[in-house]
């Protein structure tokens, strides 16, 4: 008999140290094959009543079952080494535990850089003037957007029915997806209840289609600038981000010569946000079909985050990806929060569209097994579902996209006779975005420094456009009161104003024409 798996390892000790058994070890160790134990130092443990014992001068050999229950050790077929199991009984002392807990590799990979740079802004504002904060993509905020009284309707009637107090399904309840396909379905983009996955809010949406479609090591396509969730959630489960741009100059299309270049064999799919946050950008059907052309010459499926459609302004049309495509698969993802503005309602969906069945069952499949992580969304906001987008009057969706557009307005032609600023118009959702020519501002360091400042000397807070990756940009949500709007803009007016300083070269070239 051989003994095997006691925890010690082979080295190149000439004469080794060697573990005697006591019989409470005896069948576990039958037949288990040849180990030589040769630590200088072993410890002891009790496992139940198995005691493990030093023994030191013992020659190298098999270690062989005895009659009395002991063991030894045989040396070249001839005299045997006895080991008793009473033998050598010198314990030594258990190594007392000790505590040492730490973080998973994955909450060490989770950034969120809108997060990093905010809370590293050690600023205070201005005391004597009233904070206006143009940074958070909440429309509730301000209590000047509320959502529909039908909506808030739906909500209670769903609570006293008292029907929807349980656990649902993990994908949602089946009433409820087939509202969701019935509402978005097209001939173009045919949808049914088996293709809805219902989803704690689109970010959760957005988390489980990345899941579902890349594996560590892989890569995905991000626009830059781009919501920042993207590749926060995509390093934590240890994908890579490839950022491709968008042209600030063709009202931030995107640069499809660069997003192909960037497509290799471990791209699992790439991103297209429309209308954008944080651009405010609508893109044309003619924009959409050519992103879909790359798409399907390289056979990579679109993940198409729409939390933001239909929310485009007069004289655009919102086209959704899925309604062009004939052969690329495309996972849509959508919710409540912004349209019907209610974000805190944390009610997300994914559309599985794949009219060539690119994704056969196996995606759909996927979907469904990482949707059980969590068992699904609020169970009232899905009992309420079905009456929410039905019952919802366009007079309300209408409302909410004329005075998005109004604010919108106010801020661009505001700003875009202020001096160092270059605003892009926007042409649907909740933002816009301003370049700043930083070399007219040479006091400041970045866009990071730039609204820090705005912050401390005017009371207005913007998001820096870092945040989204693309640094000298800053970023305004318009879903404020109008008349906090103007005067955000006239406090960043007076601000640029204050701090501009004409270009060395300008100046140069002016004194030459007055000569």
Known sequence: MYAEGCGAQPSDSTNGWWLGINSHFGDKFKGTGKAVFSHSVVLFLKVFTAEVYVCSSIPKGPIIKMENESYGIQVNGNSVHHVNGSLYQAKMKSRKPKWNIKASEMSRKTFNPIRAIVDSMNVEPNPRKNMIALSIGDPTIFGNLPTDDNVLQAMKEAIDSKKFNGYAPAIGYQKSREAVS???????????????????????????????????????????????????????????????????????????????????????????????????????????????????????????????????????????????????????????????????????????????????????????????????????????????????????????????????????????????????????????????????????????????????????????????????FFRIVVTVPEDMMLEACTRIREFCEQHYRQHADSIIQDVECDK
């Open 182 to 472: 019935n509402f978005y379905s097209c001939p173009e983009a045919p949808l049914d209840a088996k293709d809805v996955i219902l989803t704690s809010g689109c970010s959760q949406a957005i988390e489980l289609a990345i899941a579902v479609l890349c594996n560590p090591g892989q890569n995905i396509l991000v626009p830059r600038p781009g919501f920042s969730l993207y590749k926060t959630l995509a390093v934590s489960m240890g994908i890579d981000v490839k950022l491709y741009n968008l042209l600030p100059e063709k009202s931030w299309e995107i640069d499809l010569k660069h997003l192909e270049s960037l497509i290799d064999d471990k791209t699992g799919c790439v991103i297209v946000n429309n209308p954008s946050n944080p651009c405010g950008s609508v893109f044309s059907k003619s924009h959409l079909q050519k992103i879909i052309t790359v798409a399907s010459r390289n056979c990579i499926p679109i993940l198409a985050d729409e939390i933001y459609a239909e929310m485009v302004f007069s004289g655009c049309k919102y086209t959704s990806v899925a309604s062009l495509s004939a052969d690329v698969p495309i996972l849509s993802c959508g919710g409540l929060a912004k349209r019907w503005l209610v974000p805190g309602w944390r009610m997300g969906w994914i559309l599985i569209h794949d009219r060539k069945n690119v994704f056969g069952n196996e995606i759909k499949e996927g979907l469904v097994r990482l949707s059980q992580r969590i068992l699904g969304p609020c169970t009232i906001v899905q009992g309420a579902l079905e009456t929410i987008i039905n019952k919802t009057p366009q007079e309300f969706y209408d409302n909410t996209i004329s005075f998005l557009k109004s604010n919108s307005d106010i801020c661009y032609s505001a700003l875009s006779t202020v001096a160092g600023l270059r605003p892009i118009k926007p042409s649907g959702a909740m933002y816009l975005m301003v370049g700043i020519n930083m070399e007219h501002f040479p006091e400041f360091e970045s866009d990071v420094d730039f609204t820090e400042k705005l912050i401390a000397e005017q009371s207005v807070f913007c998001l820096p456009a870092t945040c989204f990756e693309y640094p000298n």
